[in-house]
């Protein structure tokens, strides 16, 4: 258990509408991710973060900001949210052993 | 062209059996690690074994071994003695460049596993 929790665990949202989706650790570890999983795709990167206020992009950023203000928390933002970011996300951190990482339990986000 | 192939999208065994998943990959980087993740059907995913580039022994952890066979590309993960607990979806993935970088992995797109008794 790597003390990774997300908020919501479920969410159902209309489009249009802003969402926040919360990634919180408890280890300090100093890089944190966010994923997306849909079927037939695998998980694919949205964002990452290697330190507080130090975020970059992945493969499937578009529509999507991301925060870092504190070391435990990395928030993922849909500014307004459409049905094709309907999907599974994962936040995950990256280990002590500097290479593998430990994912959270998802947040399964329905876009109406 | 795709990074991470898993070329079997499900596999049937019975229990007690060993399974071979298959995993290829795609790099041009000297440095990279591969990996293999599990996700039952409650959703969560867990991490199994590790291979870095230059390791030069196949990754071990309890049931599961790493194949590794680099000139191929190729990075398949066995499980001995299957148990029903083992049903699930299995991911490959690959993190290129520098452990040091905290670079992002890039995962196939799974192959789901049965056990039967």
């Known amino acids: 258990d790597a003390g990774i929790t997300q908020s919501p665990r479920h969410k159902v949202t209309e489009t249009g509408t802003p969402v926040t989706l919360r990634c919180h650790q408890t280890?300090?570890?100093?890089?944190m991710y966010w994923y997306r999983q849909d079927p037939g795709h695998g998980l694919r990167l949205i964002h990452y973060?290697?330190?507080?206020?130090?975020?970059d992009k992945g493969e499937v950023s578009d529509g999507y900001s991301v925060s870092r203000s504190k070391t435990e928390d990395f928030l993922l933002t849909l500014e307004s949210a459409t049905s094709s970011q309907t999907s599974v996300y994962f936040c995950?951190?990256?280990?002590?052993?500097?290479?593998?990482?430990?994912f959270g339990p998802g947040t399964r986000l329905t876009v109406t | 062209a795709q990074k991470i192939t898993q070329t079997q999208p499900g596999m049937f065994v019975q229990e007690k059996e060993a399974v071979t998943l298959d995993c290829t990959y795609d790099?041009?980087?000297?440095?990279?690690?591969l990996f293999w993740y599990k996700q039952p059907s409650s959703g969560e995913m867990i991490f199994l074994i590790y291979?870095?580039?230059?390791?030069?022994q196949n990754a071990t952890e309890g049931r599961y071994s790493l194949n590794f066979q680099k000139a191929r590309k190729s990075a398949n993960l066995v499980i001995s003695a299957s148990q029903l607990g083992d049903s699930a979806m299995y991911f490959c993935?690959?993190?290129?460049?520098?452990?040091?970088?905290?670079?992002?992995?890039?995962f196939g797109k799974g192959t789901t596993l049965s056990v039967s008794s």
């Open positions: 993935a690959m993190r290129e460049g520098s452990r040091q970088a905290g670079t992002a992995l890039i």
């Open positions: 973060s290697y330190g507080v206020k130090d975020t």
């Open positions: 291979q870095g580039s230059y390791d030069q």
């Open positions: 995950a951190i990256l280990g002590s052993g500097s290479y593998e990482q430990y």
């Open positions: 280890e300090n570890h100093r890089y």
């Open positions: 790099t041009s980087d000297p440095s990279y690690g």
